[in-house]
């Protein structure tokens, strides 16, 4: 269940309204919680506009997102009324959306973007999109593995924003300045692989990965202490 009042001029949406026990949202093979059997998604789609559960409002500024929850109210008499915490929901995903839009942020659509980068690599590694026999795709892995993997937590949505854009020409250009060419271009391709792949299968609108250059200094060895670790926290990017 969703309710995608919050369109913006381009079309994108912009805030979502849903209920986290949505059975709908159950994804095992890519949610851990849902694989471990820990998660709230506990009420069928046909039961959640009368299920005691609080109506979410979900939405991503600047790469992180954020939820915001409103339960029904009750009546002098403790009856619960259905609907009135979709209402606030509703009010708030309102505010919010004329709000941030007026700040210039970017919103992704977040239930199709919250798939995580990690697994998504690796399904593009594996996958028929790219003309590779296993050995090619082993050394993919590889460099996956050795470079690429300190975005697995990421989501798609905050892959595709300017702020892991430069996250990206950071590790190409500074943290594997000392690497090779080949790697650099592998590691690069990984990335704007996986990310394309999500464009074309509808997970996220478009991403902001392309075009990024490879710099000069490829051959010599970084300087100590210029070896950068990836920043973990997207929100100070
Ligand atoms: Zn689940
Ligand atoms: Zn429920």
Redo the contacts with the bound molecule.
Sequence with gaps: MSRQAGTGNNGKLQATILKKCD?S????PT?Q??AAGT???TCEPSQIERCRHAWTVRYTVNGVQRDKSFRDEMDAAKRVLFGTGLKKAQDFQLQLTRGKRAQGRTYVDPRAGNELFGPAAVAFIASSALDAGPDTRAGYMSCYRTNVRRFERRTLAQMATQAAADEVDELLNVTMAGKSTGQRRLARMIITGTMDAAVKAEKIGRHKLAGINLTEGTTAAPAPGRKQSARVNPSDA
């Design positions: 059975r949202l159950h994804r095992p949610n919680q849902c998660c709230q998604h």
